[in-house]
């Protein structure tokens, strides 16, 4: 499938392919047709995109491309599209790029080789379904990806996380995912609400959702459900679950308070509410009470 325009060769495509997340059923058409007619098909692990290739009946020449040769193997890549092959990309599952190898020769291709056409066939991605049907607020959501396996570094970023108030959105593996409900209820508080997405488009996809110190003990009832692929949607902070109205947190009155310096109560207490989606009349009562 060598581009040629006038003899000459013209520069092959870059296809982004998403693939199943479990489910074949959920290949799209297009995903298919692309992968028959491109030359070369990067791919995770070269293992597993054979098992899903042979399904399909699509015989491909397979490079493999992971973290750990993204940089060696993107020259190459990057020379055989300039040959004129066209090349797809994909991950193990789901949507490149999304926790998964890719990052590198987009970067580069954008950034440097700007004549090379970049063409994403869309397709699942295990955050976006989990976030879909979680009963969570869509509107505004921060992807969060794996959190570290070290504890120090895990709890430093639910630290910096503990007011984000957008809905947070986790991947997370079997053996780590006690410690990690762990560490969110510590940190979140015992309110916070969390659902549990595994296995989603597979024989046992199970959702549940509860607050953090119930979906602990919704967990360890039955340790099977630690087991599988996990997606954890945690919802943001919400001032409201303060015990005390009158209790803001000690970030937000740093901020309220230095933007009062610069301007009227009324307008530092609408930005801060603003900023914080917090009613401005807790605001203004924590202001009388307080009489800054
Ligand atoms: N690129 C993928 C995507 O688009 O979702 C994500 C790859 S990341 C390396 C793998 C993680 O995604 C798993 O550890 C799990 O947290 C999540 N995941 C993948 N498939 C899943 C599924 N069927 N159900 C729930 N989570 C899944």
Redesign the pocket.
Known sequence: MKNMKNNNFKLGNLYII?TP??NYNDISKRALITLNKVDYILAEDTRKTGILLKYFNIKKKLYSYYDYNEKKKTNFILKKIRQGNNIALV??????L???PGYRIIELCRKKYVDINIIPIPG????IL?LSISGLPTNRFCYEGFLSHKKNKRIRRLNELKLENRTLIF???THRLLKCLYDIKIIFGKDRYVVL??????KWENIYGNNISNLIKWVKLDLNRLK????LIVSGYKPSLYKNNYEISPKIIKIFLNLKKELSTKKAIKITSDIFSIKKNLLYKFYIKKKY
């Open positions: 998403a997340i479990g991950s193990d599952s789901g949507t490149p999304i926790n998964d699942p991605c295990a955050a989990a991947y997370e593996s997405v595994k296995e989603l488009t597979k599988g692929e996990i997606v």
